[in-house]
């Protein structure tokens, strides 16, 4: 049988998946038994396992469980495999009819997994295909670990990295992202260490200071994407709450706190914020506001030419105005990379199956 179909109703229900493992323990205990089976439940559900198909806990458990709790994977909609880098993008039904994407990037070190915290997203960027049409709800934790096992489990590989940039805000959704990293860390579970995760934020300053106290060494990645605060803002409204020097001055505050680099996103956009003009003020406010004699805060910049989305109007900029803006911020001391673009054949950027899908309905 199919593992959703075993999917029973919520109402009042433990999400199995969701359960840290010290209240897998608790659950157990309260259905009179021993606690020791929370260890059986914990390691094989992680590995996408339901438990009515773990072998050595009882019909009687099992019973009890389908009473009380329930377990889901997210089902695969659709799935695109580029036939020219073997990059893997699905679309995933949740257990109420949404849809969420998440896309599997192969590389030397490892697959990484790019996966999704919200169906749909309320940060309104002009350039983003998550955004259109807004938020319907946040994601829980299991449903963001459920992308990765699911995804596994279809591939049959291990998925070591992961980066929280699919649809949606991370720190939007931040009590559930924080019990999906605790989770996603369990060394009984996916046991995917915290170095290898990659969080992207559009800049929540509130939420950026909560991070810096939670004490994971993840990659922080802000979406910075133009250097003086009106081109921000007509593009990130967030900015008209947040300027760009409170968010640069939170990244101070968080590098201080945890020692974690901090990558900046810069979404190249033809005629919007490539001159080189811009590459200059955006090198010259880096700079100023996240470096003294005194401080070696490490600033790197990653620039991504934009994804082409029908209803944004944008264009990607010319590869050689991607290369003088490269260069501009290496020649003032900021370390600049541009994003390869993989799965070009199947637009692997998220955003774009989903509303496909919504389409069709």
């Known amino acids: 049988m199919d593992i959703n179909e075993k999917a029973t109703a919520k109402e009042g229900k433990a999400d199995l998946l969701s359960l840290y493992p010290e209240e897998l323990e608790a659950l157990v205990v309260s259905l009179g038994e021993p606690k020791y089976r929370a260890k059986q439940l914990f390691a094989p559900m ?59 990037m192969r590389y030397k070190h490892g697959n990484t997994i790019c996966i999704s915290s919200q169906v749909g997203c309320r940060m309104g960027c002009a350039f983003c295909a ?17 992308q990765i096992i699911a995804a596994s489990g279809d591939m ?7 980066v929280m940039m699919g649809i949606g805000e991370p720190l939007d959704n931040y009590d559930n992202v924080i019990r999906f990293l605790r989770l996603v860390g369990c060394e009984d579970g996916l046991n995917i260490g915290y170095r290898h ?45 947040w300027s760009i020097e409170q968010l640069l001055s939170s990244c101070k505050s968080y590098y201080a706190a945890t020692g974690r680099r901090i990558s900046f996103e810069y979404t190249l956009i033809a005629g919007k914020n490539d001159s080189r003009e811009s590459a200059l003020a955006l090198a010259a406010l880096l700079n100023a506001h996240l ?26 900029s010319e590869r050689k105005t991607v290369e003088q803006f490269a260069a501009t911020l290496e020649k003032k001391g900021i370390r ?8 070009a054949d199947i637009n692997a950027s998220c955003g774009q199956l989903r509303r496909e899908e919504e389409g069709r309905k």
């Open 46 to 104: 992680h590995k996408g396992i339901h438990p009515d198909d773990i072998t050595n806990i009882g019909k009687s458990l099992k019973a009890k469980l389908g009473e009380a709790a329930f377990y889901y994977l997210p089902a695969i909609r659709r799935k695109l495999v580029s036939a020219i880098d073997g990059t893997v993008k699905y679309l995933f039904s949740l257990s109420d009819g949404n849809c969420v994407e998440s896309v599997v």
């Open 291 to 316: 470096r003294s004699p005194h401080d070696t805060m490490p600033i790197h910049v990653n620039l991504i030419p934009v994804n082409p989305v029908t209803e944004t109007g944008f264009s990607s």
């Open 130 to 146: 998550s955004t259109i049409g807004g938020k319907v709800r946040d994601l829980t934790p299991s449903e963001m670990l459920g």
């Open 156 to 162: 049959g590989e291990r998925i070591s990295n992961v």
């Open 197 to 241: 995760i990659s969080l992207s934020t559009c800049g929540l300053v509130d939420k950026i200071d909560r991070l810096a106290k939670e004490n994971f060494p993840i990659t922080l990645s802000i979406s910075l994407h133009a250097s003086d605060n009106d081109t921000r803002s007509s593009i990130m409204p967030v900015n008209k709450k």
């Open 336 to 343: 600049a990379t541009v994003r390869r673009r993989l799965g």
